[in-house]
């Protein structure tokens, strides 16, 4: 009767242990899953962040452009002004003396 008692109580204990230990499981399938979703939402949400820097690289290039040329011009235009301010200071200084 003895070895009854002691088989029907370890029987039950295996059972309730299997049973919590299937129920654990099915708990950390589910925190895994929500975390596969979060770390996809998370992802996208990633993707279309760095989309919007390379947008914004490319037109941080394209007026970086425009501004080296703005600048040749005004290089140019720059030395056409002294080139001419020169020519009139000579003559000027010609008149002088």
Do not use: H, P, W
């Not at 009854?4 to 230990?21: A, E, K, P």
């Not at 299937?22 to 899953?33: D, P, T």
């Not at 979060?38 to 425009?66: A, F, Q, Y």
């Amino acid at each position: 009767m003895k070895c009854f008692q002691n088989n029907l109580f370890l029987t039950i204990l295996v059972t309730f242990s299997l049973t919590g230990c299937g129920n654990l499981s099915n708990e950390v399938e589910k925190k895994i899953n929500e975390l596969k979703n979060k770390t996809g939402s998370l992802d996208s949400l990633i993707n279309k962040e760095v989309d919007k820097v390379l947008s914004l690289d490319s037109l941080i290039n394209g007026e970086s452009d425009k501004v080296k040329k703005l600048d040749s011009l005004i290089n140019k235009t720059s030395s056409k002004l002294d080139s001419i301010a020169n020519e009139k200071i000579k003559l000027y200084e010609r008149i002088i003396k």
